[in-house]
């Protein structure tokens, strides 16, 4: 523990005027020094070789489209690939993992990408990252849904 998150050990009484209220506080380590990663700090320590994996899942498997009223960013695949979508669940945490789903004769899971986390997190690394001459429908399918959600 760095010396800023340690405890104190000091006690502080508070005094209201002269008299005596008898409370005392505990100094405690602010929570912004505490708290826990956020998805942006997991995006952050992604490596290349991680991010290369969400991309090639979402060029192969991924949909890039909306509900009408909000883009989302969609990976559907069977349930045997359980331990992949728990991998990008704690990799990639700002996306949401639905399931298992069964109905139809199917068992899958379901990763969305929506809201704050697709537009400050994802949208940068895609267009960073998800060119035309790595995967013309993919970058095709992508360009489309920034322009009908106005992302860019």
Known sequence: MDKDTRFTGNSTVKQLGSRFTGNSTVKQPSEAKISAPTAEDAHQRASILEIGILLGLLIGEGHFGGDGRQPHITL???????TLFHWLEKTFP???LYGPYHHGGRSYFQWMA?????REELVPLL?????????AKAHRRYQEMKLRYGLG
């Open 76 to 82: 559907r695949m069977h349930t045997d690939h359980e």
């Open 94 to 96: 700002g996306g949401k």
């Open 127 to 135: 267009d960073q990252h998800l060119h035309p001459a790595l995967d």
């Open 114 to 118: 929506r809201g704050a986390y697709l």
